[in-house]
């Protein structure tokens, strides 16, 4: 392999793309990954199962959107390196497989089509499987996500679902399914003879979190990975808590995310489904996705192509 080749392999989140370095023979992953906490090895029959390209190649290019927290961050500000949910699974999967991942921040709206045109092989950027994109890439699921409620630290409201916002402030960034699914809950809110919700809407999504802060509002309605990451990091994880009703694991109106792989390559598709399945039985994807404080959203099962629209 050429030192150029070798550069590519080691620096998993260059601003630009790795070219096409299948030829110049396969990388070597270190024999153990730690993810988490988990020593990850490879799975022989797993490696064996890959097209011959990636085998070839040792690498899998997958592009991802570069911040979106926690599936994907910068480990610091200016620095190329990258963390997040999305990265450490990928990670694992690649150590599973017994090949790299390699990461590329690409923008979210040039991803698939960047997929299509053989730049990458795969794309882990928290993309919702819908029947749209299933028409040009597969998806193997591995969370499913919605909307989640975050409240102050103990919950002092003793909020535990969305009917105990009826009568109450509740904060919510504005243009957002979040403010959709407040106003829709409102009908229920009058059908139970309770108060609509007084929505408090913000332009940005720290204004609402300031407004929670502040007691003006009893909850703030966001993505629930993020209100599980902000329950986390904020202030050590002393200033919030998300509210996880039964009945909603994933949040409300949850639909799957998946890794998005090109339809090209169908057994890179089934190696990926099956890792990330043997990932799931042995723990290793709870404590990656309770690392980022969003272990409710993680699927127990490997599904394809499941999404719900």
């Given amino acids: 392999m050429s030192t150029a080749s070798v550069l590519c392999v080691a620096i998993l989140a260059t601003v630009s793309a790795c070219g096409d ?29 890959l097209p011959q390209e990636i085998k070839k190649s040792g690498t899998v290019r997958v592009a991802t959107d570069v911040p979106y927290a926690p599936f ?19 990670q694992a999967l690649g150590a599973k497989l017994g090949v790299t991942f390699a990461f590329t921040p690409q923008k979210f709206d040039g991803i698939v089509p960047a997929i299509q045109a053989g730049k990458f092989e795969a794309a882990m950027s928290a ?30 409201e003793k909020i535990t679902n969305l009917d105990d916002l009826c009568g109450k402030k509740a904060a919510v960034q504005a243009a957002t399914n979040q403010l959709d699914l407040l106003k829709e809950h409102q009908a229920k809110c009058k059908a139970a003879g309770k108060g609509e919700i007084d929505i408090q809407t913000f332009p940005k999504d720290s204004d609402a979190q300031l407004a929670l802060r502040s007691d003006k509002v009893v909850a703030q309605v966001q993505t629930k990975p993020a209100a599980g990451w902000t329950a986390k990091t904020a202030d050590g994880g002393n200033a919030f808590e998300v509210v996880n009703d039964p ?16 339809k090209k390559l169908p057994q890179l598709t089934d190696a990926i489904q ?36």
């Fill in 21 to 49: 370095n299948a030829s110049d023979g396969a990388a070597k992953p270190p024999a153990t990954t730690t993810i988490a906490g988990v020593a990850i090895t490879k799975d022989a029959a797993l490696h064996d199962a």
């Fill in 274 to 309: 099956k890792a990330l399945q043997a990932l799931i039985d042995d723990g290793t994807v709870t404590k990656i996705f309770d690392k980022y404080g969003v272990a409710s959203i993680a699927l127990k099962e490997a599904t394809k192509n499941a999404a719900v629209d």
């Fill in 127 to 156: 993309m919702t499987d819908n029947k749209e994109r299933q028409a040009v890439v597969d998806f193997v699921d591995y969370s499913v996500s919605g909307s989640g409620i975050m409240v102050v630290k103990g919950n002092p």
């Fill in 72 to 90: 994907e961050m910068f480990v610091a500000e200016g620095k190329p390196e990258l963390t997040g949910l999305d990265y450490d699974l990928g």
């Fill in 247 to 262: 009945a909603a694991e994933g949040g409300y109106g949850a639909s799957p995310n998946g890794i998005a792989v090109s």
